[in-house]
Structures are given as C-alpha cells and as structure tokens.
C-alpha cells in the first residue's frame, strides 16, 4: 500500500499537475477545453481560490492556485472539477480510456489519471520559477516555439500585466535564448 501524503496548508499557495488517463490528448478539442473551463469555474463559485497561473497542454495541465485563509481543501475542489468535466465530456460524446477492472470497481472513468500532483509554494522564488515553468511549458513540449505562441496559457495575461515581455524566451525573429532550467520542477513531477 501505497504512503502518500498531501501538503495541506491552510491559506497556502500550491502549484499543481493534472495529467490525463493514459495521457490521451483530449485537450487538443474546442469543446473538452469549454468544459475544463466551465468545471474550473463552477467550483470557483462555490468553493473560491484565486488562479494565479495556467497552461492547458493536449494531454496535461499545470496551474498555481492560492486558497483563501484558512482553507487547504484543494483536494476536494479537484475532485469536484475533475467529475463535473468527466460527466460533462462523456455527456457529449466524448470518449474514454479502457479501465481495468480494478478502477471500474472503483467507478473510476478512463477520463484522468486517478491522482494528481502538488507541490507547496514556499516562497516568492518558488512562485515565480513554477510560474515561468508554467508558461515555458508548451516550448519545452515542443508544441511551439516561444510562450507567446501558445493560446492555452495565463502568459497572456501575465505579459498584458507587465510581468512578462511578449517576447520572453523568444526564439522569433532568430534571437537567441538560453533554455531556462526547470530541473528540480521536472525530476520531482516526472515529466
């Protein structure tokens, strides 16, 4: 049996990733991505945090959440999130991974993976390395060659606030950038 704990910290501020059953890529479709959208935002309305930081890829997602003083269920808010874009996605068509008889047993659907990953923001630092891997993600990925190019991602936000340039880590127009070094992000989530 497995001894796996969870960080709660009440009031804390927590990066997270989330990874599809078998890594199926269901975040390439319009609609799957309506429906993480309206799942995220229903359980914002009944249980609040504050998003900080966000990036969709085909088959995962990363963001930082900050939970208001006090509360640490953020366990509870994904797995309400994670059902209502289950019954929703499957509601539509959508489809879904073969489960073994072991998570059928446990009513689980080849929608996503059963856990997820989290890690406990210590300080100003950490934030702010979780939140460029965040946003240098789809580059690392390959799916494109600078941040700016990828629609699914707070980048856009953050460059609109000023924290970013448009051209963080920009490879357009041939400049030339040092790749960042996400190491001790990447060893510990297993991408």
């Known amino acids: 049996m497995s001894n796996y704990r969870r960080a709660y910290a009440p009031g804390g501020t927590f990066f997270f990733t989330l990874v599809t059953y078998d890594r199926a890529e269901i975040f390439r479709n319009d609609q799957a991505r309506q429906y993480l959208r309206e799942s995220l935002e229903g359980q914002q309305a009944q249980r609040p945090f504050d998003m ?10 990363h963001c930082i959440w900050k939970l208001p003083d006090g509360d640490n269920e953020f366990s509870v ?32 659907k080849g929608i996503w993976q059963r856990r997820f990953w989290e890690h406990t923001i210590k300080d100003e630092d ?22 700016h190019q990828w ?8 460059a609109r606030e ?4 448009k051209d963080w880590l920009c ?5 030339k950038i040092d790749p960042p070094n996400f190491d001790d992000i990447e060893h510990t989530i297993g991408e």
């Open 52 to 61: 900080l930081a966000m990036v969709l890829l085909p088959e995962h997602l």
């Open 77 to 108: 808010r994904w797995a309400c999130i994670k059902k209502s874009f289950t019954q929703l996605w499957l509601k539509s068509g959508g489809k879904e991974g073969k489960v073994s008889p072991a998570r059928k047993k446990l009513r689980s």
């Open 126 to 147: 950490d934030f702010y390395n979780h939140m460029n891997y965040i946003h240098y993600n789809p580059v690392r990925h390959k799916l494109v060659g600078c941040p």
């Open 151 to 158: 629609p699914y991602s707070s980048f856009h936000r953050w």
């Open 162 to 165: 000023g924290f970013y340039t």
């Open 171 to 175: 490879v357009c127009n041939s400049h």
